[in-house]
T-cell receptor, first 117, second 114 residues
Framework: DGGITQSPKYLFRKEGQNVTLSCEQN?????MYWYRQDPGQGLRLIYY???????QKGDIAEGYSVSREKKESFPLTVTSAQKNPTAFYLC????????????????FGAGSRLTVL | AQSVAQPEDQVNVAEGNPLTVKCTYS??????LFWYVQYPNRGLQFLLK??????LVKGSYGFEAEFNKSQTSFHLKKPSALVSDSALYFC????????????FGQGTELSVKP
């Protein structure tokens, strides 16, 4: 079955530690995204990537880093510089391009819940 | 600035009654509008989208949405609510100035009681 796999589902981190969240897709989508979800604040875009080896900052990129070495993979690192990292993190993918069928129809993973102890 | 607003944090409906979840938007250029649903501790699922054409868009699970250009609204509707429709609903608009990424509203919690 095609889809997006996020791991781990739950993650606990001590203050000062970096953690990496995995996101893998087998949908052959060009674009991938990372969102952060906090209660009452909806989804906020952290980073997105339209193509391999290229990515752009979203609205709340500070304290986060990403890489896009393969089309299928878009890992997110939450660094110690992120002051309030406890949140639910969602990875998504979609086709890309103004005239591409299905563009902007995002497929989401099941999410990773990060808690800082 | 381009944005989307969901004015209600929560909507309560009795099973079998019609439901409406409201969404208004502000965007430069043509609006591309979307609705997604999220069940507890899960990712979002796509429900429907408006790109162009008929103002009434039909989507998954019996949901539909009405695009109103003059009121800049894109309300989600269903004629007869089910308890299983209880979830968090997000409206989104395509950011035409930022390469096409989506801007999400804050979400509306729909509660359908038997």
């Amino acid at each position: 079955d095609g889809g997006i796999t996020q791991s781990p589902k739950y993650l606990f981190r001590k203050e000062g530690q970096n953690v990496t969240l995995s996101c893998e897709q087998n949908l052959n989508h060009d674009a991938m995204y990372w969102y952060r979800q906090d209660p009452g604040q909806g989804l906020r875009l952290i980073y997105y990537s339209q193509i391999v080896n290229d990515f752009q900052k979203g609205d709340i990129a500070e304290g986060y880093s990403v890489s896009r070495e393969k089309k299928e993979s878009f890992p997110l690192t939450v660094t110690s510089a992120q002051k309030n990292p406890t949140a639910f993190y969602l990875c998504a993918s979609s086709p890309w391009g103004l005239r591409t069928s299905g563009a902007n129809v995002l497929t989401f993973g099941a999410g990773s819940r990060l808690t800082v102890l | 600035a381009q944005s989307v607003a969901q004015p209600e944090d929560q909507v309560n409906v009795a099973e079998g009654n019609p439901l409406t979840v409201k969404c208004t938007y502000s965007v430069s250029g043509n609006p591309y509008l979307f609705w997604y649903v999220q069940y507890p501790n899960r990712g979002l699922q796509f429900l429907l989208k408006y790109i162009t054409g008929d103002n009434l868009v039909k989507g998954s699970y019996g949901f539909e949405a009405e695009f109103n250009k003059s009121q800049t609204s894109f309300h989600l509707k269903k004629p007869s609510a089910l308890v299983s429709d209880s979830a968090l609903y997000f409206c989104a608009v395509r950011d035409n100035n930022q390469g096409g990424k989506l801007i999400f509203g804050q979400g509306t919690e729909l509660s359908v009681k038997p």
